[in-house]
């Protein structure tokens, strides 16, 4: 038993064929309708598919993360620090909370919203300066767009996850046409032109 | 066809394949949806009961009653339903019964993690864990088939990842199952002690029997890798451990885990150099497998407390670590809090600058615990605040009771508050009750109780008169106030605490996030602001401080214009703004 596995001979079954996505940020910004769409998108193109939500407490405006898992065939639901191929993140900070997810050679794309926790505002603690420089300085990749201005744009700065979930799609290797579809199932008719809107403005925002 | 389901929506489905007709639960993070997602099918009867122990004897009526019943809950409503469920595992059923209850290790969402297949065990009753939405429905259709042949109430557990993933599930149709005949069978359902004697006799056949059902049933599944490791687990530690160790062990799913096998268990382990058993929280299967004469390594090596991940595993067993990236910086934390708008701010605010002791109890409103509102001393289950308040009160006297509080929210009153309350009223403490009527069950996500005057299905029915209700008990003084105006809250707040008698104060003013609630024009921070930060002291997230202005912001696209900040503004600097 001395090898480092703790003598297990086979590597993990599946640990290359599986894609690992974060959607991070502060509960209330839409994160659950993202994964959902993103969730419906994979389905179509296929895959096995997991996506593991966070519900209760934390949405109250506290730090949350969703995983979405694809391949061929998922086990775990979860997420762990050097397994996310693209952190998606709703807001600067907690890009750089959830940075540890990241997999060696992984993307971030982050919206440039700041959203000021309990502790900023109490004066406890400062928001950190220039968090996505400091990501970018470690050699990673990350794509900023200034998803909430993007969402007003659409009409509803609600409508915040669909462009971050148009900016991602640009990075995915899945039709267009399957993301615009998935968005039509998960978003009710009356807001669905908007939302069309906010996805193509998250598309060409790179 | 396949959809994508949260297990919770799978557990639902299978409520609906399966024929059940009555549903009735409690909500509790996290088994609320699939109470939600029952109640989207209209040959289901579903509700929201009180408390876990109504809801409980409600599906054990309807069991009797001959239609397949279900109750979810989330592992402390098993505290609460414990009482009628250990003697329905005397009773047994006529239709099928099955008792969902969702564990939540690692405590998103809860008071504890307490581990529920401890309650199979004590109440010997068969307990069934999915790993994934599809096995979440296929073993709810199959619990009840059990439930019916080994006459006998089923737990379906689940923890928070199983209920809260998604995961692809298998489509069927409803089956057409007849409302059973309802035969009157005073030996079977009446549990007099004489009565009670010979059914104790048939629970332990019956847990033989199904301890020989678990030796040779499907869901407890070998997957033979022909290695030298064994792993032994069950539902999400399932998922991990392939996950970290893939096809390295030998594996014994157990999707039965109570009673546990003993045959497959010594036939599984017999010629491996080595077997772990991983379960989160308590040593359920491996201090059976020892007492089996079963060498295994469990809770020697891996946590006792918290939740599982692939990560624990890796670090514990196979001694992986991944490579991941660090920043240097340390990051503030990002706690929950109180909405922009919520009711419950100002009057925590007032209770923080009353510097009271505040027995508090679990909502949304135990934020009020945090900074910068502070005002709790006290969170122990649902119900607890007002009866230790009055434990409270009557060690420490009547000084004590002219500084101390109960707070306690609407859909919490109705649970476990009231019979405090009688208790208050009954054996006369001085003691203040709060009762923070938001007109919804704000924390598990907006669930109607038998204050709003709606059922689960939406449909408008009787709401129970608080202040009629607390009179009736025997408070005469009874005031209601409106949280948003501190101060009043801050004026009969002084008034009770002086007292002589018990009272209540009904803090009423709806959730900010109901549909119904139409927002003020939020407000903005004008000239006059000197920059003394008192506003950061209702701790609201529309609120920030501008260090280059030295002036404190509001977020016009979150603020709802409560005026709660405006109210404490001591230079009248915070007025109505417009929306953008
Ligand atoms: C025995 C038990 N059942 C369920 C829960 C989950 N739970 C926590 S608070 C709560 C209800 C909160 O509603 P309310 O008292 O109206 O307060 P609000 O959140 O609306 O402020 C529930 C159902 C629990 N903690 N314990």
């Known amino acids: 038993m001395s090898n480092s596995r703790g003598g297990f001979p086979c590597p993990p079954v599946n640990a290359e064929s599986v894609k690992s996505i974060i959607i991070v940020g502060v509960g209330g910004q839409g994160t659950l309708l993202a994964s959902r769409i993103m969730g419906d998108a994979l389905v179509q193109k296929g895959y096995d598919v997991k996506v593991s939500e966070v519900h209760g407490m934390s949405q109250r405006g506290g730090s949350v993360i969703t995983y979405v898992r694809y391949g061929d065939e998922v086990n775990s639901p979860v997420i762990e620090n050097g397994e996310a191929d693209i952190i998606l993140a709703f807001e600067e900070l907690e890009a750089a909370r959830y940075l540890p997810f990241l997999k060696p050679g992984g993307t971030v794309i982050t919206s440039t919203q700041q959203i000021d926790p309990m502790p900023v505002i109490t004066g406890a603690a400062e928001y950190p300066q220039e968090v996505i420089l400091a990501i970018e300085s470690l050699g990673i990749t990350v794509r900023r767009l200034d998803a909430l201005s993007l969402a007003k744009q659409a009409g509803s700065v609600r409508a915040v996850n669909v462009v971050l979930i148009g900016a991602l799609a640009k990075d995915m290797d899945i039709e267009k046409e399957v993301w615009l579809s998935a968005l039509e199932k998960c978003v009710p008719e009356k807001f669905l032109e908007l939302n069309q809107k906010a996805f193509e403005l998250g598309y060409n925002s790179y | ?580």
């Not at chain 2, 409690?26 to 209209?42: L, V």
């Not at chain 2, 040779?216 to 399932?238: F, H, M, P, R």
């Not at chain 2, 491996?286 to 624990?312: M, T």
């Open chain 2, 1 to 580: 066809m396949k959809e994508l389901l949260l297990g919770n929506e799978a557990v639902a489905r299978g409520l609906y394949e399966v024929g059940v007709g009555v549903v009735s639960s409690y909500p509790g993070t996290p088994s609320t949806e699939i109470t939600e997602a029952a109640a989207k099918y209209d040959e289901i009867y579903t509700e929201w009961a009180p408390n876990e122990k109504v809801a409980a004897e409600v599906a054990a009526g309807a069991a009797i009653g001959g239609a397949r019943s279900f109750c979810g809950m989330k592992h402390v409503g098993l505290n609460v339903a414990a009482d009628p469920i250990f003697t329905m595992s005397y009773i047994g059923v006529n239709a099928g019964m099955v008792i969902g209850v969702a564990d939540d290790p690692g405590m998103h969402s809860s008071q504890n993690e307490q581990d529920s297949r401890n309650y199979a065990k004590a109440a010997k009753i068969l307990m069934l864990e999915p790993s994934d939405s599809q096995e979440c429905k296929d073993f709810t259709k199959l619990a009840y088939a059990l439930s019916e042949e080994y006459d006998t109430p089923v737990f379906l557990r689940l923890t928070t990842r199983i209920s809260h993933s998604r995961s692809l599930v298998e489509i069927s149709e409803r089956d057409s199952i007849e409302l059973k005949p309802y035969d009157k069978n005073t030996a079977k359902n009446v549990m007099l002690p004489a009565f009670a004697r010979p059914k104790h006799v048939a629970v332990e056949v019956r847990t033989k029997k199904l301890t020989e059902w678990a030796e040779t049933c499907e869901l407890n599944k070998i997957i033979d890798n022909n290695a030298k490791i064994g792993v032994i687990t069950s539902g999400a530690c399932y998922q991990y451990a392939r996950e970290a160790i893939g096809d390295g062990a030998n594996y014994l799913k157990l999707g039965a885990v109570y009673p546990l096998p003993v045959e497959k268990i010594k036939s599984f382990a017999a010629g491996l150099d080595k077997v772990y058993v991983i379960e989160e929280l308590d040593d359920i299967i491996e201090a059976h497998c020892k007492a089996i004469g079963v060498n295994v390594v469990g809770k020697d090596l891996l946590p006792r407390v918290g939740e599982f991940s692939q990560r624990i595993i890796k670090q514990y067993i196979t001694c992986d670590e991944n490579a991941f990236f660090s920043l240097p910086a340390e990051l503030p934390i990002r706690p929950p809090v109180m909405c922009s708008g919520c009711p419950h701010r100002g009057l925590f605010y007032t209770l923080n600058k009353a510097k009271v002791f505040v027995s508090g109890d679990i909502g949304c409103y135990t934020l009020g615990a945090s900074a910068p509102l502070s005002a709790m001393d006290t969170c122990i289950c649902m119900g607890a605040s007002i009866s230790a308040l009055h434990g409270f009160n009557k060690a420490r006297g009547e000084e004590a009771s002219k500084r101390a509080v109960a707070v306690i929210g609407d859909s919490t009153f109705m649970h476990t508050g009231i019979n405090s309350l009688v208790n208050v009223a009954y054996n006369q403490s001085n003691s203040v009750t709060i009762i923070l009527d938001n007109s919804i069950t704000g924390m598990t996500g907006q669930q109607q109780n038998p204050t709003t005057g709606f059922t689960l299905k939406g449909d408008p029915t009787t709401a129970v008169n608080l202040e009629a209700l607390c009179k009736s008990i025997g408070i005469s003084r009874v005031t209601v106030v409106d949280p948003y105006d501190v101060k009043a809250v801050q004026k009969v707040l002084a008034e009770e605490l002086e007292a002589e008698e018990p009272s209540v104060i009904i803090s009423r003013r709806p959730c900010a996030l109901l549909k119904y609630v139409k927002h003020a024009e939020p407000l903005m921070v004008n000239e006059n602001c000197i920059g003394c930060k008192i506003c950061m002291g209702v701790g609201c997230p529309s609120l920030s401080f501008d260090a280059a202005s030295k002036k404190a912001v509001i977020d016009a696209n979150t603020c709802t214009g409560c005026n709660v900040c405006a109210g404490i503004c001591p230079k009248n600097a915070i007025v109505k703004g417009v929306r953008s």
